[in-house]
């Protein structure tokens, strides 16, 4: 899927590259089939990683979130679910614990108790390799 980006600076300078005033809920090259692709080689390797069935909720319409993946509380360390959410743009993802904004960020969750170090790794690197 692409790079982790840890780094603040790089994450702002992708989104400006990104930001088109034409374009407000996709890019300009849009693919919804290499999208869709890599939607459902991820699935199927988070499936795979954490042995059970992710439900995938599909927002295609007016909004910049192509899907969200799930992966049930059940399958966790912690018993708190993970929430991937891919966006129309590309390699652009974002890992949560419970749902976005239930927690100011993965960090945040993995002190709290909500999220394990390895299942966000396993999800980290379902990522990079889809």
């Known amino acids: 899927m692409g790079v982790v980006m840890n780094d603040d600076v790089a994450l702002i300078a ?12 996709a890019p300009q090259e849009y693919d919804e089939r ?13 499936e795979a990683d954490f ?17 969200r993946v799930v992966v ?3 399958a966790t360390v912690c018993g708190t679910r993970i929430v991937v959410s891919i966006s129309n743009f590309g390699s652009l993802a974002m890992v949560a614990a419970d749902n976005p904004g239930a927690y100011l960020g993965t960090d945040e969750a993995r002190e709290e108790g909500a ?3 390895g299942d966000l790794a396993t999800v980290k690197r379902a990522l990079l390799d889809t």
């Open 14 to 25: 992708l989104l400006r590259r990104l930001d088109d005033g034409e374009h407000l809920c």
């Open 34 to 46: 290499g999208i869709s692709s890599m939607l459902h080689r991820l699935v199927s390797r988070v």
């Open 51 to 67: 042995a059970t069935r992710c439900p995938v909720e599909c927002h295609h319409r007016n909004t910049v979130e192509y899907a």
């Open 72 to 74: 049930p509380g059940e």
């Open 115 to 117: 999220l394990d170090a």
